[in-house]
T-cell receptor, first 122, second 115 residues
Framework: AQTVTQSQPEMSVQEAETVTLSCTYD???????LFWYKQPPSRQMILVIR??????QNATENRFSVNFQKAAKSFSLKISDSQLGDAAMYFC???????????????????FGQGTILTVHP | NAGVTQTPKFQVLKTGQSMTLQCAQD?????MSWYRQDPGMGLRLIHY???????DQGEVPNGYNVSRSTTEDFPLRLLSAAPSQTSVYFC??????????????FGSGTRLTVV
């Protein structure tokens, strides 16, 4: 089974500065997807960015980018020019393609890390 | 608006009571799942379904039942509520084919308190 670890329960950043949230994962699969989700106080889960494991190029979405290190099984999220609206809980997630499971029962499952609370100071 | 609709948004139950959390999606997604969110533990998978009539257990299935009679609906039943089931519950869906390239679409969550 896959596991996802976020070792930073809380992080803080000054407005307009850059912050990096860490995520590591464990898997025996060769192909999979990785995601970062944002959960503001409204509780809604918002997809921030996705990375396909077979792509070496790091994904970027406006101020959000990832540093994907497949060999190290690391998937960090960098937020540039932080804004007050970035304050939220952030979850790293792994989506299985079920390629290592003969029964295919792991296909599509999304496994989450414990989350990191990001505070943005004005 | 298209998406995943969860009801109710809040619920208080007494220990031993049963209830059903409703989840409906109008995107024709084959894949649906239920998660619970607890502090410091992220979201954990309870049950999931890859299509009507097909369900399977996730990481923490005990005390919960599901059924999938239609593509649109995936209700979660608490058989006999316990304080350990106090949590926030999320329903989520996604397409199945090429599903891995999609993140899930989440409902807005149900905050359940068992006293």
């Amino acid at each position: 089974a896959q596991t996802v670890t976020q070792s930073q329960p809380e992080m803080s950043v000054q407005e307009a500065e850059t912050v990096t949230l860490s995520c590591t994962y464990d898997t025996s699969e060769s192909d999979y997807y990785l995601f970062w989700y944002k959960q503001p106080p409204s509780r809604q889960m918002i997809l921030v960015i996705r990375q396909e494991a077979y792509k070496q190029q790091n994904a970027t979405e406006n101020r959000f980018s990832v540093n994907f290190q497949k060999a190290a099984k690391s998937f960090s999220l960098k937020i540039s020019d932080s804004q007050l609206g970035d304050a939220a809980m952030y979850f790293c997630a792994y989506r299985s393609l079920g390629l290592s499971n003969a029964g295919g029962t792991s296909y599509g499952k999304l496994t989450f890390g414990q989350g990191t609370i990001l505070t943005v100071h004005p | 608006n298209a998406g995943v609709t969860q009801t109710p948004k809040f619920q208080v139950l007494k220990t031993g009571q049963s209830m059903t959390l409703q989840c409906a999606q109008d995107m024709n997604h084959e894949y649906m799942s239920w998660y619970r969110q607890d502090p410091g533990m992220g979201l954990r998978l309870i049950h999931y379904s890859v299509g009507a009539g097909i369900t399977d257990q996730g990481e923490v299935p005990n005390g919960y039942n599901v059924s999938r009679s239609t593509t649109e609906d995936f209700p979660l039943r608490l058989l006999s509520a316990a304080p350990s089931q106090t949590s926030v519950y999320f329903c989520a869906s996604s397409p199945l084919l090429a599903a891995a390239s999609y993140g899930y679409t989440f409902g807005s969550g149900t905050r359940l308190t068992v006293v």
